[in-house]
């Protein structure tokens, strides 16, 4: 079991293998949120799919804890200086993902932490939407932070984005100057 976890976190030194997993991550998450949301509706449900009940508990850890790989992922990657544009631009896309997923976990199991965001897959995009104004630079639409923590949060995902910004610039920079 311990080989093949330090095989698994030996891989996520690939670029390629970050970005597809990354992708999963996306698919599984919409998909899980979809089944929770769905039964969050349903009275008196008491199944697998119950907000939080095991199931819900259990994948917020594993969201968090995703996250959290990612990020020491796209740190080991820039420390190593081994992202290509297309990774940057790649990791870009999966952060905004990451932040809404986050938001979205924040609002699910902490009511009242993002003002104006509805119930469902609505307020599922609408976190996807609060994360993209954030990493851009733009501003709040529909919903938007009500806490100090998913403001604290939007801070960082704000300098996030200024970072990547920086660093694909420079990248861009240094793969098109001619060398001497």
Not at 53 to 81: F, Y
Request: aromatic share 14%.
């Amino acid at each position: 079991m311990i080989p093949l976890l330090v095989e698994f976190l030996q891989s996520l030194k690939n670029p390629l293998v970050v970005v597809v997993i990354g992708l999963i991550y996306i698919v599984v998450y919409y998909f899980m949120a979809a089944r929770f949301h769905h039964y969050a509706k349903t009275k008196n449900y008491r199944g697998i799919w119950r907000k939080k009940g095991l199931l819900d508990k259990a994948s917020s850890v594993m969201w968090v804890l995703s996250a959290i790989g990612l990020t020491a992922s796209l740190i080991d990657l820039m420390i190593r200086n081994a992202l290509s544009l297309r990774y940057i631009f790649a990791y870009y896309i999966l952060f905004v993902f990451l932040f809404a997923f986050v938001y979205n976990l924040l609002e699910w199991h902490f009511e009242g932490m993002i003002d104006g965001m509805k119930d469902g897959l609505i307020g599922e995009v609408q976190c996807l939407t609060m994360s993209i104004q954030v990493m851009t630079g733009g501003y709040h639409t529909s919903a938007k932070p009500a806490n100090w923590r998913v403001e604290v949060m939007a801070g960082v995902q704000a300098i996030v984005g200024v970072m990547f910004i920086a660093v694909f610039v420079a990248r861009a920079v240094v793969a098109f100057t001619p060398s001497r």
